[in-house]
C-alpha cells in the first residue's frame, strides 16, 4: 500500500510499539513464517470469511464501473475518449478500472480522497492544532478523519463539475456527448460522482476493518488488474499486426518480469541497526545483556509515493485535458507539455515521487520517539550515547536509505515511460502500475500469514488448555 493508504497522518501500530518489542516480533514473525502450514486455512474460518468479504466488496467495485451516469450518450463519449486515451487521461481509465472510457458513476474512483489525505497530513505537519490532535490517539485519529472525508467531497464536487463542464463542450463525429446539457445535467453529475467516491470510501475502511488487507489499496489495485486481459490483448494484437517485433515482445516481457524482481527485492530490503541491552539482576540470578536489531526498510513509503503523485498530477489535467479544444493557447501548450512521456510531465512526477518518499518516511518513522523507547527500555546502539545522539544516529542512516528508496521509486516508475513513448505499448505496463500491483500483492499475502499465524496460535493455546486439563483429571 504503502505505508498503508487510510489512516491520515496516523503512523502504522507497529511504529507506536518499542524498538525492543518491534525487533523481537519481527524477528519471531520471521521464523513462524518460515514454519507456516498453509494447511490450517481450511481451518481458518475466521480468515475465509475475511476473504469472501473483500471479493464480494471488489465485485461490487467492479460493477460500479459499469454503470454509465445519467445524460451522457455511451457511443458519443467513447468516440471522444478514444483521441485522448493514450494521455493522461489514459492512466486516469487506468486507475479507475476503465470506468472512466464508459463514464461510469466511479470515474473519480477513490483520487479525490487520497487527494485529501495529502493535503491533511502536509496540514498535520504545520498546523499546531491538527498536530496536536494527531497526538492524541483514537479520538484525535478519528477527528482528522473526519475532516479528510469533508475535504473529499469538496475536492469530488470540484472535479466533478469540472467534468461536468467539460462533457457539456465535448462533441464527436457522432453529435454532442451531453443529451441534454444545462444545470439538471450538471448537479445530477455532480452529486453521481460524488456520491460514487464517498461510496468508496466507504467501501475502502469496510475492507480494512472486516475484510483482507487495505481496502483503499486493493480498490486501486482491482481497478488496475482489471484492465490486464485487455491491455494483454492490445499488445499481441501489435505483435500480430507487426506493429511490434517479436523480438521487442519478448524483451517487453522479459522486462516486466525484471521489473517485478527488482520491486520485490527492494520492497524487502532492509538496513539493521544493531542494538545492544546491558545485562541486569532480578533476584539473586543476572541474566546476559541481549542483542537485537532496529530494522529500517529501504523503502519505508511503500508505493504512497507514486500514488500521491499521480493524484496530485491528475488533479489539474483532468479538467484542462477536457477544455484543450476550446481553451485558451496557454492551456494547450501547458497540456501539451504534461503529456505523457514528456519532459516537463516526467520531471514534475520524478520530484513530486522524491518529495512524498521523504515526506511520507517522516510521517510514519520518528527518529526522536524510537531513540527516547530505547533508552527507556535499556537499549543502545554502540558507539553512541543514548536520547539524542542516538536520535540523529537513527535519522542520518534513514536520510541515506531514503534517498536510495526514493530514486529506485523514480527509476522503476519514470524508466518504462520511456519505453512506452518509444514502443507503443499499452499504459497498464508502466512502472507505476507493476508497483502498485506487486506491493499490494505483497502485503495482502502478509495480512492473510498474520492471520493464519494468530489461527495457530489460538490452535496451540487450546491444545495446551485441554492437556493440562486431562493431566489434572489423571492426578485426581
Not at 476473504?51 to 459499469?66: D, H, K, M, S
Request: aromatic share 10%; proline share 5%.
Amino acid at each position: 500500500m504503502a505505508p498503508r493508504i487510510g489512516a491520515e497522518g496516523q503512523a502504522p501500530p507497529r511504529l507506536r510499539r518499542t524498538s525492543g518489542e518491534l525487533t523481537k516480533m519481527a524477528s519471531a514473525a520471521e521464523q513462524l513464517a518460515a514454519n507456516l502450514n498453509f494447511g490450517a486455512f481450511a481451518k481458518a474460518e475466521e480468515l475465509k470469511k475475511r476473504i469472501w468479504f473483500t471479493l464480494a466488496a471488489l465485485v461490487v467495485y467492479r460493477l460500479g464501473t459499469f454503470i454509465p451516469i445519467p445524460g451522457v450518450d455511451p457511443t458519443a463519449f467513447g468516440q471522444a475518449f478514444q483521441s485522448s486515451q493514450t494521455g493522461i487521461l489514459g492512466m486516469f481509465n487506468m486507475f479507475a478500472g476503465g470506468a472512466v472510457e464508459r463514464m461510469a458513476i466511479f470515474a473519480l474512483n477513490i483520487m479525490p480522497y487520497i487527494s485529501a489525505s495529502i493535503i491533511m497530513q502536509l496540514m498535520s505537519s504545520i498546523n499546531p492544532t491538527l498536530e496536536q490532535l494527531k497526538k492524541e490517539g483514537e479520538q484525535g485519529r478519528k477527528q482528522i478523519n473526519q475532516y479528510t472525508r469533508y475535504l473529499t467531497v469538496i475536492l469530488a464536487a470540484f472535479q466533478a463539475y469540472g467534468i461536468a463542464i467539460g462533457l457539456e463542450g465535448t462533441r464527436a463525429a457522432s453529435g454532442p456527448v451531453v443529451i441534454d446539457p444545462g444545470w439538471f445535467f450538471r448537479l445530477t453529475t455532480v452529486v453521481t460522482l460524488v456520491g460514487g467516491t464517498m461510496f468508496l470510501m466507504w467501501l475502502g475502511e469496510q475492507i480494512t476493518a472486516r475484510g483482507v488487507g487495505n481496502g483503499i489499496s486493493l480498490i486501486i489495485f482491482a481497478g488496475i488488474v482489471a484492465t490486464l486481459p485487455s491491455a494483454l490483448a492490445a499488445l499481441f494484437e501489435l505483435a500480430r499486426t507487426g506493429s511490434l517485433s517479436t523480438i521487442m515482445l519478448l524483451l517487453l516481457l522479459v522486462l516486466m518480469l525484471g521489473v517485478v524482481v527488482v520491486i520485490v527485492f527492494m520492497e524487502r530490503a532492509q538496513r539493521r541497526i544493531p542494538i545492544q541491552y546491558p545485562k541486569r539482576q532480578v533476584g539473586n540470578r543476572m541474566f546476559q545483556g541481549d542483542s537485537s536489531h532496529l530494522p529500517l526498510k529501504l523503502n519505508s513509503s511503500g508505493v504512497i509515493p507514486p500514488i500521491f503523485a499521480s493524484s496530485l498530477l491528475l488533479l489539474p489535467i483532468t479538467a484542462a485535458q477536457f477544455m484543450s479544444g476550446s481553451g485558451p493557447e496557454w492551456l494547450n501548450t501547458i497540456v501539451a507539455a504534461l503529456g505523457r512521456g514528456q519532459p516537463l510531465h516526467l520531471a514534475i512526477y520524478v520530484a513530486l515521487i522524491i518529495f512524498f518518499a521523504f515526506f511520507y518516511t517522516a510521517v510514519v518513522f520518528n527518529p526522536q520517539e524510537t531513540a527516547e523507547n530505547l533508552r527507556k527500555y535499556g537499549g543502545f546502539i554502540l558507539g553512541y550515547r543514548p536520547g539524542q545522539k542516538t536520535a540523529e544516529y537513527i535519522d542520518y542512516v534513514l536520510t541515506r536509505i531514503t534517498v536510495v528508496g526514493a530514486l529506485y521509486l523514480a527509476a522503476v516508475c519514470v524508466l518504462p515511460e520511456f519505453l512506452i513513448s518509444y514502443a507503443a505499448v499499452p499504459f497498464y505496463f508502466g512502472g507505476t502500475s507493476l508497483l502498485i500491483v506487486v506491493s499490494v500483492t505483497m502485503d495482502t499475502v502478509a495480512q492473510v500469514q498474520s492471520h493464519l499465524l494468530a489461527h495457530q496460535y489460538e490452535g496451540l493455546i487450546k491444545k495446551a488448555k485441554l492437556r493440562g486439563a486431562t493431566t489434572t483429571r489423571g492426578r485426581r
